[in-house]
C-alpha cells in the first residue's frame, strides 16, 4: 500500500509546511538524508499550549505529538515530493514542556513514533529516538518535534 492510500484510511490529510517563525528553514536535505527542522504542536490551526505534569496530562501530550507527526509527513512530502521516496525514519528528537517532576515523555514522544511506524510501516517507520524534557519551548507550546528521514 502507498503511503498516501494509508494516510487516506487513516483519514489524515497532509498539511502544507507551515512558514519558519525565526531564522531557519523548514528542512535541508544532504545527499540522501533529509532534516527536518522542529516542529511545535498546534490544535485547530493555534499553538498548543501547556505544560506536562502541570496543565495537561500524558495522554494530551500524546495526542499533541500526534499532531506533530502529521505536520513532519506535510514537511516531508514538500521537501521530496513524494513520501514512497522515503526508505527510512532515521531519528525523532522530542522536546516535552513538561514540570520537574514529569516522567513520561517518552509515553508523549509515542504519540508521533507510533504514528510514524503505522503510516510508514514496522521496517521504515521504526526510528531511533530522544525524548526530552524541558523548562520551556517557544511559543509555550507543549511539545516539539524533528525529524530525519532517508530518501532514495
Same mark, same amino acid.
Given at each position: 500500500?502507498?503511503?498516501?492510500?494509508?494516510?487516506?484510511?487513516?483519514?489524515?490529510?497532509?498539511?502544507?509546511?507551515? %512558514?519558519? =517563525?525565526?531564522?531557519?528553514?523548514?528542512?535541508?536535505?544532504?545527499? !540522501?538524508?533529509?532534516?527536518? +527542522?522542529?516542529? @511545535? %504542536?498546534?490544535?485547530?490551526?493555534?499553538?498548543?499550549?501547556?505544560?506536562?505534569? *502541570? !496543565?495537561?496530562?500524558?495522554? #494530551?501530550?500524546?495526542?499533541?505529538?500526534?499532531? @506533530?507527526?502529521?505536520?513532519?509527513?506535510?514537511?516531508?512530502? =514538500? %521537501?521530496?515530493?513524494? &513520501? !514512497?521516496?522515503?526508505?527510512?525514519?532515521?531519528?525523532?528528537?522530542?522536546?516535552? *514542556?513538561?514540570?520537574?517532576?514529569?516522567? #513520561?515523555?517518552? &509515553?508523549?514522544? *509515542?504519540?508521533?513514533?507510533?504514528?510514524?511506524?503505522?503510516?510508514?510501516?514496522? #521496517?521504515?517507520? =521504526?526510528?531511533?529516538? +530522544?525524548?526530552?524534557?524541558?523548562?520551556?519551548?517557544?511559543?509555550?507550546?507543549?511539545?516539539?518535534?524533528? &525529524?530525519?528521514? #532517508?530518501?532514495?
Amino acid at each position: 500500500m502507498s503511503i498516501y492510500a494509508k494516510l487516506s484510511q487513516l483519514g489524515i490529510t497532509l498539511p502544507p509546511v507551515a %512558514a519558519p =517563525a525565526a531564522a531557519y528553514v523548514p528542512f535541508v536535505q544532504t545527499d !540522501n538524508l533529509v532534516f527536518l +527542522s522542529g516542529h @511545535i %504542536a498546534k490544535k485547530d490551526g493555534q499553538v498548543w499550549v501547556g505544560q506536562l505534569g *502541570n !496543565n495537561m496530562a500524558t495522554e #494530551e501530550g500524546k495526542a499533541a505529538a500526534r499532531a @506533530i507527526a502529521i505536520d513532519l509527513m506535510g514537511t516531508l512530502h =514538500a %521537501a521530496v515530493g513524494d &513520501l !514512497n521516496r522515503v526508505k527510512r525514519i532515521v531519528k525523532v528528537m522530542s522536546l516535552v *514542556n513538561s514540570t520537574g517532576t514529569f516522567t #513520561e515523555q517518552h &509515553l508523549v514522544t *509515542n504519540g508521533a513514533s507510533e504514528l510514524l511506524g503505522e503510516v510508514f510501516g514496522p #521496517e521504515k517507520g =521504526a526510528h531511533a529516538r +530522544s525524548a526530552f524534557g524541558v523548562a520551556q519551548i517557544p511559543l509555550g507550546a507543549c511539545v516539539e518535534i524533528e &525529524l530525519i528521514a #532517508e530518501v532514495a
